[in-house]
């Protein structure tokens, strides 16, 4: 297989296509009111210029990853599968949540379509139990659980190996690694005009505890001593490296560009958590707030 061969997905291109669709057609919604001022004046760029940029460029990395040759060397190369999963993990998923494009894209729907799906969404009651299930999937502890149990378990070498002989379970692989991305993210990255549930200071340990386990996930591959996946079954791979050097590769993959996003979450959550202290310290330092006469 030519490892520069440009796939067609068209599963990705539609979804893709529809997302853009929606949310283009969701900002000339006249239900959304004007558009917001930010402050900027003469062309400046204000924070919902920053989302566009955020929404446009998560598009083009799922784009990147699931759409060009990455997705054919997925196929012959562990490193490169896992440059996906890093693509739609560490990147798109991310900037979805700064985007924060879901009432855009909700008002991209025919009003005809959105009343009757949003009362059945939110009142059925055949839906109750599903959406207990997702208040609890949501919320920081369901999130953790289960982005990382869905980060193990697609890395179990009976799971990876299906995805490798079955595409539609590929494609379900990585829609639930942008998907639970997404999730995991948005307990630590605020989405305008919300904020997320955690305090400063649990965003920084929520972070921590999941780059450990995807520290932990690395190191498993990267010092096994055979490989465990059906690449070594390939007569060749593109570079003529080994199994096991690919396998070691992706994991080096995980730990060193896998971790910058983490990297400057956690930093940043650190920071204001830090900050916020400093604040509180402040206020309750004698002569400093303003003491009633």
């Known amino acids: 297989m030519n490892p520069l061969t440009w796939p067609i997905e068209p599963w990705v291109l539609l979804g893709v296509e529809v997302t853009a669709i929606l949310y283009l057609w969701g900002a000339r919604s006249p239900s959304k009111g004007p558009a917001p001022s930010g402050g900027a004046q003469g062309g400046g760029w204000n924070s919902s210029r920053w989302r566009a940029v955020a929404f446009w460029s998560a598009l083009g990395t799922i784009l990147l990853a699931l759409d060009t040759p990455v997705e054919t060397l997925a196929r012959q190369l562990f490193w490169a599968h896992m440059t996906q999963h890093l693509l739609l993990i560490m990147v798109a998923a991310p900037l979805m949540v700064v985007a924060a494009p879901w009432m855009q894209i909700w008002r991209g729907l ?10 059945v969404l939110v009142k059925h009651p055949v839906l109750a139990a599903p959406r207990q299930a997702f208040h609890w999937l949501s919320a920081p502890a369901g999130a953790f659980i289960l982005s990382t149990a869905n980060l193990w378990f697609w890395h179990w070498p009976a799971a990876y ?11 379900l692989e990585h829609g639930l690694f942008l998907g639970l991305g997404i999730l995991f993210w948005a307990q630590v990255i605020d989405q305008h005009p919300f904020h997320a549930r955690l305090s400063q200071f649990n965003r920084v340990v929520f972070v921590f505890g999941a780059t450990i386990a995807s520290w932990a996930l690395a190191a498993v591959l990267a010092f ?4 465990f996946y059906s690449y070594a079954a390939l007569p060749s791979r593109p570079g003529g490296i080994s199994a096991l050097t690919d396998q070691q590769f992706g994991a080096g993959i995980m730990w060193v560009p896998g971790s910058i996003t983490y990297s400057i979450v956690f930093i940043t959550c650190l920071y204001l958590w830090f900050r916020e202290e400093d604040a509180r310290g402040r206020a309750f330092t004698p002569g400093h707030a303003g003491v009633a006469e």
């Open 110 to 119: 025919p009003l005809a379509l959105r009343r009757p799906l949003a009362r």
């Open 161 to 171: 190996d299906l995805t490798l002989r079955n595409h539609a379970v590929h494609h």
């Open 224 to 227: 096994a001593t055979a490989p």
